[in-house]
Structure formats: C-alpha cells, structure tokens
C-alpha cells in the first residue's frame, strides 16, 4: 500500500533532527539505534498519530533473583534450540520499572498529536505498574486489549495456562470513537500463535497481529516504536502503507533485524492460531536450522548508533 506524499514529507522532515539511520526503506519505514528515552526527545511536538511498543517487561519471576536472569533463561524452554540474543534492560524491580516507563512514555506522550493513541503491550505482572506510569505521564487510560498466543503456550498442570499478553491502550486527551472516528470496531483480543521458527527475538510480536492492531484506525498515519526488536512494527506498518519510526538500543538486536527480518519479505502471514494449534514440542526452532555452535549465520550489517553516554 502507497504512503500518501504529504505524509512522507512530514515524516522525514522530522529526521532531519535525528541520527543517521541504521536501515531506512525509502518509503516511510526507519530504524535508529539508541536509547529511545533521548531519541524521543528530539521529535516535534505532537508529531507522531500512534506510540505501538512492547518494552522489556521485567517480569519472567516472582523474586528478584527470578527476574536478574538472562533474558534467554526467562523466556525460552529449556529444550529450545535458539541462538537469539538477550536484550537489555529486563532486570528492574516493579518501582523501577514504573518509573523508567514513566520517563519513555512522557517523552512519548509530547511527541504524539492531541487524540493520538500509546499501545504498549505487557503482561498479567506489570499491567497496574504500566497504567499508573502512563496516566503518570499524562495518557488517558483507555483499558486493555489482548493477545491470545494459542493453548500451544505456557500450560500449568493445575492451573491456567498463561496464554495472553495484554496491550495498555491510552490517548492523548479526548479519542474521536463512533461514527467521528476515522476507523473499524477492531477486535478487543487477537489470536495470533507465534511459531518458535519464525522468531528471531525472544519476546517478538507477530507481523500479522500488529497489522490487525494498527489497522483499528486509519487515522494512524505515524507509528513510533521505542522498542523495535525484532522490527515486526515496522513491517506491519509497511503492509498498510503508514509510515514508521523504530528506536533499538541493541546493536546487535537490531543488526539481526535488518538482516533476518527487514531486509527479507513477511512469513508470518498464516499463522493465525486454529482451533488445533501445535503443540509445545513442535513449537520449538528445528535442529537444522541452527549451527553446530547454536548460533545461526547472520549476515554483518553497518549500524550507526547514537551514544546513549553523549
């Protein structure tokens, strides 16, 4: 889908002001390394129509010493063969975490327009501590949506599975809804199973939800992603020809973005769960498609990164 020229003059004259990127498609869609907290600063007021992230939860654990671990040990089965990358920044305690949203989500909030929208997923630990730093921060809450992940995931012999991550919804002031708005009743939950062979990071969304998500308003002409990961956000604003700006404070995360993801056309477009999911054991990354070593080739990629200590 073409973006509007409008639209993309007034998305790139906002990068004047920003470091170089470290993968720019030409068409709307811009990945820059560094930390997002100072990147989102430097955006113009009111700029941005939708903030669409999913930040480090710092969850995985009930005890601090749960939540200290890796991020691989976290987040992936034990009998997983995966090469991903740890990512950083998962290992805050609950009043740290409150408060570091807090930070990102106020410089979020500035460089969003009057009714522009935060979708910030998280998961059953940190739902209360993401709402009060976001109303913190100045957002409207708007209550939850959710991401049904399939009966593949999380099962708990005598009890629930834990099968849903959720997505805070916020506004920037009054939201136009009904017959003003410009948009569709959306889904209140998407189910989307995530195939273990498709992810190339721990924690990543699939496309295919995110276009689901992001097509709840048309009006949601400019998407920030504080946290881009794997680069699903920027994807799923290619397919609906919204133009995307994504910050990754990882070099090596988002080296594995541009070129396992973002440089290769979408797979994840039919994996939509059924009502007969795989189950866990099939879920998991084949032997063949890691190396001897468990890491897979990656082909080398020159970023440019913003010094977070400048």
Known sequence: MKTPAKTLKRFYDALKALPSPAWDDGHGRVLIVGDST???ELLPPGWADVVLTDPPYSSGGAFRGDRNQSTSTK????????????FEGDTRDQRSFERWTTFW?????????????ILCFTDWRQIAATVDAHQVAGWTYRGLAGWDKSTATRPQ?????????FIVCGSRGALSRG????????AGVFHQFMPGRNKIHLTQKPEAMLVSV??????????VD???????????????????????????????????????????SATTAS?????????????????????RRRRQVTLHKVDSAA
């Open 157 to 165: 012999l005598g009890w629930f599975r834990q099968q849903l991550e």
């Open 105 to 117: 989500s106020s410089a979020a909030y500035k460089a969003t327009r009057p009714g522009g929208a």
């Open 75 to 86: 987040y992936r089965l034990s009998n997983t063969l995966k090469a991903d990358p740890d």
């Open 226 to 268: 504080p946290f881009a990961g794997s680069g699903s956000t920027l994807k799923a604003a290619a397919q609906l020809g919204k133009c995307a700006l994504a910050f990754e404070l990882s070099d090596e995360v988002a080296a594995i973005a541009v070129s396992d993801s973002l440089d290769r056309p979408s797979t994840d």
């Open 275 to 295: 009502p007969n999911p795989p189950t866990l054991e099939h879920v998991g990354r084949p032997a063949s498609a890691c190396s001897a070593s468990g890491n």
């Open 179 to 186: 017959k003003a708005a410009d948009g569709i009743a959306s």
């Open 214 to 223: 992001l097509n709840t308003r048309h009006d949601w002409s400019i998407v």
């Open 38 to 40: 100072r990147l989102l």
